[in-house]
């Protein structure tokens, strides 16, 4: 099985936020600890996309196009 991986681009954005709940979830956040979506797609927004960007990121996604995983990274 083979799965694709590409960079991730600016209409990544919210699936990306989702995922990295999702993320937070698994890791044993709450609901409380949990900061609100549209703050997080603002995040993820100006760490990837802003001038400059501060971090690079890598998607998996699934035979239906979904996103599923996620790898970022950043250059020292």
Do not use: C, N, W
Not at 16 to 38: H, K, L, N, S
Not at 57 to 75: H, K, M, Q, R
């Amino acid at each position: 099985m083979t799965v694709p991986i590409r960079s991730a681009d600016k209409r990544d954005i919210p699936a990306m936020a989702e995922v990295i709940e999702e993320i937070e979830r698994f890791y044993g956040a709450t609901d409380t600890d949990i900061q609100p979506i549209e703050e997080r797609r603002l995040q993820v927004e100006e760490a990837l996309f802003g001038v400059p960007p501060l971090a690079s990121a890598l998607l998996v996604e699934d035979e239906t196009g979904d996103i599923v995983g996620l790898a970022a990274y950043s250059f020292l």
